[in-house]
T-cell receptor, first 113, second 110 residues
């Protein structure tokens, strides 16, 4: 089983619908992140959380919200999806010490019609 | 965190060394250089990181210039499975975020 699991892996929805992408991890890391990737572009940070009570905005947080339900779970919500939120979304985790490297999930592909 | 500049794309013959450059001329003394790669649309994979000394692991070597303004990731014997987008990132290792640019698209040619 993957250390960082994202659900759903693929989702097609309509404009105006509420969508939640979920991420769970078994690595025991405190830090969790949500990134967005558009075709041909690098990853852009949406939100990040350093522990259950900590939520921080990234580069492109407008139109998104997050919830850190537990150390192992970090959800991304689109309250009212719009077509330009069509993208590939990645969840990632990292530990506080060590090299600080990120460990990514397999991605959630979202299409908003 | 400092910004990085990488070539958009590179080719490498299978079995040869792939040398991927990265410029980070505004790097600060406490910022590390990290390399990740992304194969197709999979989640990015950590490769290696370093501060000022050269580093080597089972995947690659990282060569950082003495002035730390640039670095090179070396894949010693490239295979077709190394075809991917490679991202060079600089950040403080206790820092908040990784900022990914557009990376270098490496194509390994048979």
């Amino acid at each position: 089983d993957a250390d960082v699991t994202q659900t759903p892996r693929n989702r097609i929805t309509k404009t105006g619908k509420r969508i939640m992408l979920e991420c769970s991890q078994t690595k025991g890391h405190d830090r969790m992140y949500w990134y967005r990737q558009d075709p041909g572009l690098g990853l852009r940070l949406i939100y990040y959380s350093f522990d259950v009570k900590d939520i921080n905005k990234g580069e492109i947080s407008d139109g998104y919200s997050v919830s850190r339900q537990a150390q192992a779970k970090f959800s991304l919500s689109l309250e009212s999806a719009i077509p330009n939120q069509t993208a590939l979304y990645f969840c990632a985790t990292s530990e506080v010490g060590g090299g600080g490297e990120l460990f990514f999930g397999e991605g959630s592909r979202l299409t908003v019609l | 965190d400092a910004k990085t500049t990488q070539p958009t794309s590179m080719d490498c013959a299978e079995g040869r060394a792939a040398n991927l450059p990265c410029n980070h001329s505004t790097i600060s003394g406490n910022e590390y250089v990290y390399w990740y790669r992304q194969i197709h649309s999979q989640g990015p994979q950590y490769i290696i990181h370093g501060l000022k000394n050269n580093e080597t692991n089972e995947m690659a070597s990282l060569i950082i210039t003495e002035d730390r303004k640039s670095s090179t990731l070396i894949l010693p014997h490239a295979t077709l499975r190394d075809t991917a987008v490679y991202y060079c990132i600089v950040r403080v290792n206790t820092g908040n975020q990784f900022y990914f640019g557009t990376g270098t698209s490496l194509t390994v040619i048979p």
